[in-house]
Each structure stands twice: as structure tokens, then as C-alpha cells.
């Protein structure tokens, strides 16, 4: 048996369920809140449409017929899926519950994230996080490919379809072993660079590249030999005095709390940061809600870590 035109409405189910458990087209029609000859004429359809007889009717009454019961706990479950489609639809349309996709690079993530997600949390109940780290370059591919929903991450440069929304710009510190000549100082000079073995992560991250630009800048020489696979693990180099290295403020912040065998300073007169942005499709159908969130985020930062970062943008 071959089904005529489309798939039975709704409505036309909801009809169907309702007169099975009244057993009278009138009571209801009446609860339905149409008329009798409205609500027999879309039976008649649905069954014409089904090639099958759904009630026997006689004078003394409307019973289901043997088809119609076998439908009925079916067409329940119709009406059920669809109550809960809508439901599920408006609390997302009012911001109810929704989880949002975010890819963040590893040396950024574990060091930032803890001190943002309990408080946007607290502010956006309805708001939740499934986290993914990736570098920058793969965040940016994997946004544009529906794989993210959002990414934060250092900027990678501008693209047509993508919005960026800048939030911090975060500061990358000189670290040398305690017992390095240049250790005591909080600011080193430039010219006092010349030469340094300088430790950086793995060439698939943002960050090596950037270690290399600084290196290329003021004539130290980047270590090829020996790359972390982490900033745990660039750290660890940098102690048992397998050369220098940069590293990210925000790792500074929440991991070097008693940096004994490391000292951390400054380049003089030479800031080396990287600015940290939040970053969607601009064909994304909850634009404003990832703008509330950025702006939500720069706030928590500037109350967080302020010490740390440089916000960027507060009052745009």
C-alpha cells in the first residue's frame, strides 16, 4: 500500500487521537474547539490518505476499528515528539539551555577558562560548553567547516566570513634559569639577547611562530633541537638550563606561583604580547548572544585578571 501525496499533518493526528479516547466526533469537536464537520471532513482525509479505515461509525456510536488501534499508541507518540520539539525550540529560543561548541588553543585554555567559565556559568545558567583545544590555524579551518560554534583564540588574521571580537591582549614574558647571568633583572635589555638558545614549543602551534618572529627580531637563535610538547614542559627546559624561553602571562599567572628556580622578566622597551579574540561565523544564527558573550568575558577578565592581561574594547 502506497501513501497518497504528503505525510498526515499534525493536526490531523492530534484529530485522530482525540476523537479515539472521546469515541464521539461531537465532544470532540468541542474540545478541539472546531466544528463537527470540520473535524469529520480532516478524518475522512487522513484516512483517505492512509488507504485505511480508522473508526467504525453507526448510529449507536464511534468505536476504533482494529487498524485505528494499532495506530493509536503510535500517534501518541507523534503528539509526544512534537510537544517536546516545541518545548526543547522555545526554551532554546529564550535562551533556556544551549551548548555552545568552543575550540581554544592548549597554551591559552587551561590557564584562562577556569577563571571565566564558573562566572559566565553563574550569569548565563542556560549556557554550556563543549571545549575542544586545537592551534589557532585549526581552530580558524574548523570554525569555518561547522566544527565550532566559536573560538578563542590569538587573532590568525581577518577573513570575509568570519567576526572577531577582540577581548585581551596578553603579555609574553622572558624566563631564565635563577642562576642565569641576566637573573635580578626585571627588565633585560634587547642587545643582551644575541645569541640566547631560545626554547619554544613544536612549529604546529601560533605560538612557535611567534617565538621565531621575537628570535629573528633581536638575533637570538630559536632551538630547533629541543621543542616542548607543552608549557609545562618548555618550563621544565628552561630549569635544568636547556636554554630560555617565553612564556604566555596567563600560564605565568595561574602556574608559576613560587618560581624559585626561574626568573621572570621584561624586554626593555620592547612589549611582546598577542591579542586573544572571540571569533564566530558571521552567518551564525546566535550572533548577538556570542557578542553578549564576549563582552560578558572582557568583564570577567578585566575582575579577574587584570593583573595579568590588558583588556581591550571594554566600552565598544
Request: hydrophobic share 40%; aromatic share 6%.
Amino acid at each position: 500500500m502506497q501513501l497518497n501525496g504528503k505525510n498526515p499533518s499534525i493536526n490531523q493526528i492530534r484529530y485522530f487521537v482525540t476523537v479515539a479516547k472521546y469515541l464521539s466526533f461531537r465532544q470532540a469537536a468541542t474540545f478541539l474547539g472546531i466544528s463537527q464537520p470540520t473535524l469529520t471532513s480532516q478524518i475522512n482525509a487522513l484516512e483517505s490518505h492512509l488507504g485505511l479505515v480508522l473508526f467504525e461509525r453507526s448510529r449507536t456510536g464511534t468505536l476504533l476499528s482494529a487498524q485505528g488501534k494499532l495506530l493509536f499508541n503510535a500517534a501518541e507518540e507523534v503528539l509526544a515528539a512534537s510537544q517536546r520539539f516545541s518545548e526543547t525550540a522555545r526554551d532554546l529560543a529564550e535562551g533556556e539551555v544551549v551548548t555552545y561548541r568552543l575550540g581554544i588553543p592548549p597554551t591559552l585554555g587551561p590557564y584562562l577558562l577556569p577563571h571565566v567559565l564558573p562566572e559566565l556559568h553563574k550569569q548565563k545558567p542556560g549556557l554550556r560548553f563543549y571545549v575542544r583545544e586545537a592551534a589557532p590555524q585549526a581552530l580558524q579551518h574548523g570554525l569555518l567547516h561547522g566544527e565550532y560554534d566559536l573560538i578563542l583564540s590569538p587573532l590568525v588574521g581577518e577573513h570575509s566570513q568570519l567576526i572577531n571580537r577582540p577581548l585581551f591582549k596578553e603579555p609574553l614574558k622572558f624566563v631564565i634559569p635563577s642562576d642565569h647571568p641576566l637573573a635580578g633583572n626585571a627588565f633585560v635589555k634587547p642587545h643582551q639577547l644575541r645569541g640566547e638558545k631560545v626554547l619554544t614549543l613544536e612549529d604546529r602551534h601560533h605560538f612557535h611562530h611567534q617565538v621565531q618572529h621575537i628570535c629573528d627580531k633581536i638575533g637570538a637563535s630559536l632551538q630547533r633541537d629541543y621543542e616542548g610538547t607543552s608549557l609545562d614542559t618548555l618550563r621544565q627546559m628552561v630549569v635544568m638550563g636547556m636554554g630560555v624561553a617565553f612564556l604566555p602571562g596567563l600560564y605565568i599567572h595561574s602556574e608559576l606561583h613560587h618560581p624559585e628556580a626561574l626568573h621572570v622578566c621584561e624586554i626593555d622597551s620592547m612589549p611582546i604580547e598577542r591579542q586573544h579574540a572571540l571569533t564566530w561565523r558571521n552567518t551564525a544564527p546566535d550572533r548577538q548572544t556570542f557578542r553578549e558573550i564576549s563582552e560578558i568575558i572582557r568583564h570577567i577578565i578585566a575582575t579577574r585578571l587584570s593583573g595579568a592581561v590588558k583588556i581591550v574594547g571594554l566600552d565598544d
